[in-house]
């Protein structure tokens, strides 16, 4: 049963540390997306990659945030500094076109 | 106003009540329609998806599209204390781009 992975599952850090997000998307699947969530806002899109091209990342903030896939098994985002309003579950999700398949997410808490 | 509304809920029913989750849109190219569930503290999961109009069944669920209204149901058959879980619709236009908008999720409780 293929699945998206993430690690780590849980991070606390304290403000200005830099964080790493890893994800292993399904093989086979072309696309992946980074999103955050929180009660606030819902789900918000930070990255889109197709074929590990950067197709979108305007909801992502420039300053402090980079998304990447260096191979087609790994996609990472980083935050560098991370700050207490980063504070969310970050969600990694792969897909084959139109549908997407969630990763467990990161539960990221910065103090 | 948002491209695509969703109640937000709380829903609450009783046990093997029929369940009705709806979301509205305004954007007219929107041609791919999916119902995510996501459990608390966990991953959304695709549970339905239809392209354009008209209706799908998958078991207890039927997802349905309206687009002269701009509007899609998820309809619940059944419902069971394991359905609790927040429902979020997504959408998405035609022509290879493939990024998804959401709702913002409605929370559904099923009571015994």
């Known amino acids: 049963d293929a699945r998206v992975t993430q690690t780590p599952r849980h991070k606390v850090t304290e403000m200005g540390q830099e964080v790493t997000m890893r994800c292993q998307p399904i093989l086979g699947h072309n696309t992946v997306f980074w999103y955050r969530q929180t009660m606030m806002q819902g789900l918000e899109l930070l990255a889109y990659?197709?074929?590990?091209?950067?197709?979108?990342d305007s909801g992502m903030p420039k300053d402090r945030f980079s998304a990447e896939m260096p191979d087609a098994t790994l996609a990472t985002l980083k935050i560098q500094p991370s700050e207490p309003r980063d504070s969310a579950v970050y969600f990694c999700?792969?897909?084959?076109?139109?549908?997407?398949?969630f990763g467990p997410g990161t539960r990221l808490l910065v103090l | 106003q948002k491209e695509v509304e969703q109640d937000p809920g709380p829903l609450s029913v009783p046990e093997g009540a029929i369940v009705s989750l709806n979301c509205t849109y305004s954007?007219?190219?929107?041609?791919?329609f999916m119902w995510y569930r996501q459990y608390s503290r966990k991953g959304p999961e695709l549970l339905m998806y239809t392209y354009s109009s008209g209706n799908k069944e998958d078991g207890r669920f039927t997802a349905q599209v309206d687009k002269s209204s701009k509007y899609i149901s998820l309809f619940i058959r059944d419902s069971q204390p394991s359905d609790s879980a927040t429902y979020l619709c997504?959408?998405?236009?035609?022509?290879?781009?493939?990024?998804?908008?959401f709702g913002r999720g409605t929370s559904l409780i099923v009571h015994p």
């Open positions: 999700a792969s897909g084959p076109g139109e549908t997407q398949y």
């Open positions: 954007n007219s190219a929107f041609q791919y």
């Open positions: 997504a959408m998405s236009r035609s022509g290879g781009s493939y990024i998804p908008t």
């Open positions: 990659f197709r074929n590990r091209a950067p197709l979108d």
